[in-house]
Nanobody, 119 residues
Framework: QVTLEESGGGLVQAGGSLRLSCAAS????????MAWFRRPPGKEREFVSS????????TYSDSVKDRFIISRHRSKNEWYLQMNNLKPEDTAVYYC????????????WGQGTQVTVSS
């Protein structure tokens, strides 16, 4: 069984920064990509950013591009989301996710961590 655990959420003022971490544990598996999603209050879950396990290519949603940075630490099976210049509209529950090799989509998810940005 694969378990993902997020950490690093919290309350921050607009313009501040937070760093989210996601740690994968359990049965070894081959990863194609890791990602961050978020669910703002009253809205659907949305894509934030992703990174390929091999090669490290990244993608970002337009709403976070140039403010957020995704990275990974392969030997630790961890990935991160550095969030800078946070805005109140970034308030959401943030989820990390993994797409395993051979899977058609992200198929393992963490429980989520709350990020609240005050104005």
């Amino acid at each position: 069984q694969v378990t993902l655990e997020e950490s690093g959420g919290g309350l921050v003022q607009a313009g501040g920064s937070l760093r989210l971490s996601c740690a994968a544990s359990g049965r070894p598996f081959s990863v194609y990509a890791m990602a961050w999603f978020r669910r703002p209050p009253g809205k659907e879950r949305e894509f934030v950013s992703s990174i390929r396990w091999s090669g490290g290519s990244t993608t970002y949603s337009d709403s976070v591009k140039d403010r957020f940075i995704i990275s990974r630490h392969r030997s630790k099976n961890e990935w991160y989301l550095q969030m800078n210049n946070l805005k109140p509209e970034d308030t959401a529950v943030y989820y990390c996710a993994v797409q395993r090799v051979g899977a058609s989509n992200y198929d393992r998810w963490g429980q989520g961590t709350q990020v609240t940005v005050s104005s």
